[in-house]
Each structure stands twice: as structure tokens, then as C-alpha cells.
T-cell receptor, first 114, second 108 residues
Framework: DTEVTQTPKHLVMGMTNKKSLKCEQH?????MYWYKQKAKKPPELMFV???????INESVPSRFSPECPNSSLLNLHLHALQPEDSALYLC?????????????FGPGTRLTVL | AQRVTQPEKLLSVFKGAPVELKCNYS??????LFWYVQYSRQRLQLLLR??SRESIKGFTADLNKGETSFHLKKPFAQEEDSAMYYC??????????FGTGTSLTVIP
């Protein structure tokens, strides 16, 4: 399996809701990422997990809470989001060893916050 | 500081014409550079990485350390090349820095 999968594909939530985005890969990759992408803009890095430990948090507001339950799964818990958080949320993974490790991207979850 | 610059937001070329998408970078160490492509309604995917020096779909990219550039080139553009192209640099700690992207349109 050489794909990164993400669920759900689309999510609409109110500002008081709590929801979670899920990401899964079975390529044995040990680095996993969350990105936020607005229309016609590049992906903006949010979090990096390396060997299931959070290694990078790009000053993301606490209403976004990542979780890496095991080496294949990555979650992003959402709570009290704002309309400006509406975007495509991308998950990616890469081998976490030396050398040229490309990132494999999932299809994304399109989030709309009402 | 690490930075990737793609000066052209939009680029249009005629089918069969050569195309060059520019990418410049700023990085203190030895850079690891990639080109990613995003076709309409498809996921972001790797097109090229500089270490492999390969040609994918007719595209090539050469790292020029003197000019800190990693421009993407293709001698004869095809309509199916129309997409968004991102240059990316891999920094320490598995951080990937993406340029702002160039939207390429190939005119039939």
C-alpha cells in the first residue's frame, strides 16, 4: 500500500463542535505531517511527528490538537474553530531516515467552519 | 533562514513551446530540493527530486548552487502539463518549505 488516506473527505462543523480528522499510512513511514492549504496557496506546515513524537508545532492555535496513536495513524482534533480555519487539511508522510525522503500526500479533508 | 521563492504566480505557454518554472532557494546547509505538482482535483504528488537527476514526464531540474536555483524545464509543453507546481526544500527536522507555487497553463 503506497497511499496516504484521509477521512473524512469533507467536513462541515459549527464553531462549538468537536470533530477529528484522521490520516493513515502503511508504508512504514516514521514521519507524519499536518498541513493547512487555502485555495491557490501552498501548503502551510502545522505539525510534524517523528517516531510518534511531536517534533514541530508551527505556532498553531490550541484549538487544533494533533495526536499520533501509533506509527500508522495521525489524528487532528478540532474544537472551537473559527470560520477562517476553513481550508483543505493535508496529511503527509515520509521515511524518517537520512537521505532524500519525499513526502507522500493524502487527498485532504476539506473543512468548512460555519 | 530557509526560504523558497517562485517568482511567477501564473505562467502560460503554447503547446509545443519550451517551459521553464523558476525556483530560487535560501538555505545555509546542503539543500534537498523537490518539485511537487498538483493537477486539478488530484493530490499533491512528487514530480522530481534533485538527487536523482531523472526526467519525469519530460521535465528536468538542475540544482545550481552558485545561483541557488532549481528551475524546472521541459522542452515541449503538453496540455496535460497544466497544473500547479510547487518547489520545496527539505530542512532540518523533516521540515518541508514550499514555494508559493506557479500555475502553469498550456494553451492548445
Amino acid at each position: 500500500d503506497t497511499e496516504v488516506t484521509q477521512t473524512p473527505k469533507h467536513l462541515v462543523m459549527g464553531m462549538t463542535n468537536k470533530k477529528s480528522l484522521k490520516c493513515e499510512q502503511h508504508m512504514g513511514h516514521r514521519a507524519m505531517y499536518w498541513y493547512k492549504q487555502k485555495a491557490k496557496k501552498p501548503p502551510e506546515l502545522m505539525f510534524v511527528y517523528s517516531y510518534e513524537k511531536l517534533s514541530i508545532n508551527e505556532s498553531v492555535p490550541s484549538r487544533f490538537s494533533p495526536e499520533c496513536p501509533n506509527s500508522s495513524l495521525l489524528n487532528l482534533h478540532l474544537h472551537a474553530l473559527q470560520p477562517e480555519d476553513s481550508a483543505l487539511y493535508l496529511c503527509a508522510s515520509s521515511q524518517d531516515s537520512g537521505g532524500y525522503n519525499e513526502q507522500f500526500f493524502g487527498p485532504g479533508t476539506r473543512l468548512t467552519v460555519l | 533562514a530557509q526560504r523558497v521563492t517562485q517568482p511567477e504566480k501564473l505562467l502560460s505557454v503554447f503547446k509545443g513551446a519550451p517551459v521553464e518554472l523558476k525556483c530560487n532557494y535560501s538555505y545555509s546547509g546542503s539543500p534537498e530540493l523537490f518539485w511537487y505538482v498538483q493537477y486539478s482535483r488530484q493530490r499533491l504528488q512528487l514530480l522530481l527530486r534533485h538527487i536523482s537527476r531523472e526526467s519525469i514526464k519530460g521535465f528536468t531540474a538542475d540544482l545550481n548552487k552558485g545561483e541557488t536555483s532549481f528551475h524546472l524545464k521541459k522542452p515541449f509543453a503538453q496540455e496535460e502539463d497544466s497544473a500547479m507546481y510547487y518547489c520545496a526544500l527539505r530542512g532540518a527536522g523533516n521540515q518541508f518549505y514550499f514555494g508559493t507555487g506557479t500555475s502553469l497553463t498550456v494553451i492548445p
